[in-house]
């Protein structure tokens, strides 16, 4: 049985998670702008109460993002590193993704619209919906004002609001049976995620990791700004 190692540091909380003979555990914090110092010694702890070591990993999945900016940089630069050490593959996972897992999995919601608060006024967007056990996006990830969010054209039923994105709810005209404006992404819910992508196949080089902010040109490159 394969053993996948995920992290997530997209927003103010850190977690880690491990699936390994066939168990899973998982260590989660709200620490912002601490994910840097605790990243590694949460991997490590981790390690250790499961009783196995990083050689033992197949493939680490990430938060790839949306979510802020160096706390994406953050878990991608810590799984390149392993990654490449290990000479193992890498599974980037949405952290909308992610909110809509945890709250099938905390909610029994089937139909998530998931938010993250993205600052300047905007939301991260993404409509999910469960199959198989597996939330799965409806149309596409977005950055917006909170009033352009809307459910996809076909969207029936119940939805349910998950994110800090619902912050701003009284903007966003989408009808919810239910709602958690504090939920954050946790790496339990990624490794869910991860564990499905893996077994598609989907796993990628390490050095094919890349962030998703949803925002154009936030992070140029040296040559994009000419150095």
């Known amino acids: 049985m394969s053993t996948l190692l995920a992290l997530d540091t997209a927003t103010e909380a850190c977690s880690v998670a491990l699936l390994h003979d066939g168990k899973v555990t998982s260590h989660y914090e709200v620490i912002p702008r601490l994910h840097a110092q605790k990243l590694l010694p949460m991997i490590k702890q981790l390690l250790e109460d499961a009783g196995t070591t990083l050689a033992a990993v197949d493939a680490i999945a990430?938060?790839?993002?949306?979510?802020?900016?160096?706390?994406?940089?953050?878990?991608?630069?810590?799984?390149?590193?392993?990654?490449?050490?290990?000479?193992?593959?890498?599974l980037p996972v949405s952290n909308l993704a992610v909110l809509a897992q945890r709250a099938l999995?905390?909610?029994?919601?089937?139909?998530?619209?998931?938010?993250?608060?993205?600052?300047?006024?905007?939301?991260y967007w993404g409509c999910y919906r469960e199959t198989a056990g597996e939330m799965r996006l409806v149309g596409v990830e977005a950055v917006q004002p909170p009033e352009s969010s809307v459910l996809p054209a076909d969207a029936s039923g119940d939805w349910f609001g998950a994110g800090t994105g619902w912050g701003y709810g009284e903007?966003?005209?989408?009808?919810?049976?239910?709602?958690?404006?504090a939920m954050l992404p946790h790496a339990e819910d990624l490794l869910t995620l991860a564990r499905f992508a893996f077994e598609r196949g989907e796993a990628i080089p390490a050095d094919q990791a890349a962030p998703v902010y949803l925002r154009d040109k936030v992070a140029q490159t040296k040559a994009e700004r000419g150095l």
């Open 62 to 90: 990430f938060g790839r993002g949306p979510g802020a900016f160096t706390g994406v940089r953050i878990a991608i630069g810590v799984v390149q590193g392993l990654a490449f050490a290990l000479e193992r593959p890498v």
């Open 171 to 181: 903007r966003i005209a989408v009808p919810l049976v239910g709602q958690d404006a």
């Open 105 to 123: 999995r905390e909610h029994g919601a089937q139909q998530v619209a998931a938010a993250i608060d993205a600052r300047m006024d905007e939301v």
